[in-house]
């Protein structure tokens, strides 16, 4: 493992790896054991081009526990805003700082500075991919049931980087996923195409459809994020009538298994995606979820960069 660019970079026991690492940082971290030592006098740049609360918080605070700094780097300041190109961008940071975690629109700018520059890179979120994130969903789904293979996890919304990732992700660990969003917003073709070919070795099913019914069905795992992705926000009132009939509330939640647990990435809009009932009830695992973004990312930076 060099780089973090996309889930499809990592082999299916990396990531069992990665997660069995987080949940020993997440025991020996509430236990009161340091981790300081792991990549003392490292230093992270976080580039930004996106808002962000849990990765900008959760790597810097990593960071900060495995006993290295972080540089939080807003594209609006740095010269790659002004046009500076990623590959010079990616040559000057390597000549100051041990690794990049980026944030931004196109997943070819990440491909491009893990590229040009000899540090490592982590993708923090794209257009098209939030490994990061994944990363963190699997570990929370197997800290609830005790395993991945064999679950069947609904996702239901827009197709989106976290739901192409998701799909990525539940291929290589054989969790079953069922996609349902409405016409016109499947997730991207090449990880539709990606997560076959790998589910054919790991035995997971996906289905992908526009039935959120069918979808959610005997779920144990229900999964939705906003309607409305950073950069998406021109086509608010469209995108409101189009997901109308895809919000996860108490009736469609009812037609997953009666444990099901529920997830969201976050930020949630209530009241859109999903209602108060279920995103505040008792089976919503959301703010583990973000909390494992913290030790999950710990792993995989003490994994890029020791
Ligand atoms: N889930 C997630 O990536 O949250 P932020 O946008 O707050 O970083
Ligand atoms: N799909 C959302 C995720 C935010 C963490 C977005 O891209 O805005």
Redesign the pocket.
């Known amino acids: 493992m060099k780089h973090l660019l996309c889930l499809n970079d990592l082999t299916s026991e990396e990531i069992i790896g990665l997660i069995d690492y987080a949940d020993k940082l997440k025991y020996e971290h509430k236990n009161g054991i340091r981790h300081d030592h792991i990549l003392r006098g490292k230093i992270l740049g976080m580039i930004f081009s996106?808002s962000?609360t849990?990765?900008r918080v959760s790597f810097e605070v990593g960071m900060k526990q495995l006993g290295g700094h972080a540089l939080f780097l807003s594209s609006a300041d740095i010269q790659l805003g002004r046009g500076e190109t990623i590959h010079d961008t990616a040559k000057t940071l390597s000549r100051y700082i041990d690794g990049i975690m980026i944030r931004t629109f196109s997943q070819k700018d990440v491909e491009e500075l893990a590229y040009y520059g000899s540090i490592p890179v982590i993708n923090g979120?794209t257009?098209e991919a939030?490994p990061c994130?994944v990363l963190a969903d699997l570990m929370t789904i197997r800290e609830s049931k005790g395993r991945l293979k064999g679950l069947k996890l609904a996702y239901i919304g827009?197709g989106?980087?976290?739901?192409n990732s998701l799909l990525i992700g539940c291929a290589k660990t054989g969790v079953n996923i069922s996609v349902a969003t409405p016409a016109g917003y499947y997730c991207e073709k090449k990880y539709v195409e990606a997560a076959q070919k790998i589910a054919s070795t790991t035995g997971s099913c996906i289905d992908i459809s526009t039935d959120p019914v069918a979808a959610i069905t005997d779920a144990d795992v229900v999964y939705t994020?906003?309607w409305?992705?950073?950069?998406?926000e021109a086509d608010r009132e469209k995108r409101i009538k189009d997901f109308a009939s895809y919000q996860v509330n108490s009736d469609l939640f009812s037609k997953a298994k009666p444990d099901a647990i529920f997830l969201h990435?976050?930020?949630a809009y209530r009241g859109y995606e999903v209602t108060e009932d279920v995103i505040d009830g008792p089976r919503s695992l959301v703010f583990d979820e973000a909390e494992n973004r913290l030790h999950i990312q710990k792993a995989v930076m003490a994994t890029l960069m020791e």
């Open positions: 996106k962000s849990r990765t979120l257009d939030h994130q827009d989106n980087n976290v739901a994020d906003t409305i992705s950073m950069g998406m990435c976050l930020p």
